[in-house]
């Protein structure tokens, strides 16, 4: 019997992130890979790079794009991984200006040279995949982490009906225009429902925004290790993912579905085709249009419905 060939997979991260714990380590883990994690500063040696395959993700430095160009000739297979349409000014034209000028310096200009180097495509969505037919993409599904596996099993029901009902969101700054979007849909609940409380990430701007609201939470935004840490701490009961129609946003994973699963509640998902494929509704979850009354009502029927809530994570986390 043939005996299968141990391949080294080089991933190429900013640092630990979501992108390559739910897409590309799990991929690389099921082709049984033995997968080296660098970051931009660490440059690994000739020997390393000979017969590797390499994959960015989301993000090239210079000085990884140097060092591929002077040992192309050795490396197995050059990838890029992108989770967002990394690759149109149009889709990134609206966010915040210090997020544009990183993507266009770390994703956007790299296009005619990763085609030059011969790279293939990994994406995380379908709509990336269409939209980038002619590079013949290779899709890849999100997994849970194997270290976050243990979370599924979490007892996360409350134990008293006057417990504090914990509402969340947890977006980045790319979601800026869905947090707007949000604030008078909390602003109604908190109003409606003493008891709940809303738990929010986000910089000064989002503190500003949702100033003068009672019982908001605001967490200054953190990496990814220390995420994975809140995630672990119970207490939260219903997650939002709000998805106004942009170019951006019709690009988006379901990996709210994974995050707000994996901090034990249950999501109020925007209707469409990010978490329609994902998300059945009221089995796993909930799908609502973007209306925001619909929201604010749901909201408070969920918070008032215990044990449904409980009927529905068992469902999403049958799913992951």
């Not at 969340?168 to 707007?180: E, M, Q």
């Not at 503190?207 to 840490?229: C, E, I, S, T």
Request: hydrophobic fraction near 45%; include cysteine.
């Amino acid at each position: 019997m043939k005996q299968r060939e141990n391949i080294r997979h080089i991933v190429v991260e900013e640092g630990a992130n979501p992108s390559s714990d739910y897409f590309v380590r799990p991929f690389l883990s099921g082709a049984g890979a033995d997968v080296v994690r660098c970051s931009f500063a660490q440059l690994p040696s000739a020997d390393l790079l000979d017969g590797a395959i390499v994959t960015f993700v989301r993000y090239v430095p210079r000085n990884w794009r140097q060092l591929i160009e002077r040992h192309r000739g050795v490396i197995r297979q050059l990838n890029y991984f992108m989770d967002d349409d990394l690759f149109s000014w149009p889709a990134f034209a609206r966010m915040p200006l210090r997020y544009q000028w990183k993507l266009l310096r770390l994703s956007w200009r790299h296009q005619s040279w990763l085609r030059a180097m011969g790279a293939k495509l990994l994406v995380s969505t379908p709509y990336l995949q269409q939209r980038y037919a002619e590079w013949q993409p290779q899709l890849l599904a999100p997994q849970v982490p194997a270290g976050l596996l243990p979370l599924l099993g979490r007892d996360d029901v409350e134990s008293s009906g006057s417990a504090p009902v914990t509402v969340f969101y947890h977006g980045s700054a790319s979601h800026g225009a869905d947090l707007k979007w949000l604030r008078p849909v909390i602003a109604q609940v908190l109003a409606a429902n003493e008891r709940i409380v809303f738990e929010v990430i986000g910089n000064n701007g989002v503190n500003r925004l949702f100033r003068g609201l009672p019982r908001v939470h605001v967490l200054y935004p953190m990496k990814w290790d220390a995420y994975q840490l809140l995630l672990q701490r119970p207490g939260r009961s219903i997650g939002l993912a709000p998805l106004l129609d942009s170019p951006f946003n019709r690009a988006r994973a379901h990996t709210k579905f994974l995050d707000i699963t994996l901090a034990g509640a249950v999501g109020i998902y925007a209707a469409g085709p990010v978490y329609g494929e994902v998300v059945r509704h009221r089995e796993n979850g909930l799908l609502l249009p973007m209306d925001q009354g619909a929201w604010a009502d749901c909201i408070l029927q969920l918070a008032a419905d215990a044990p449904f809530r409980a009927k529905m994570l068992s469902e999403a986390r049958a799913c992951l």
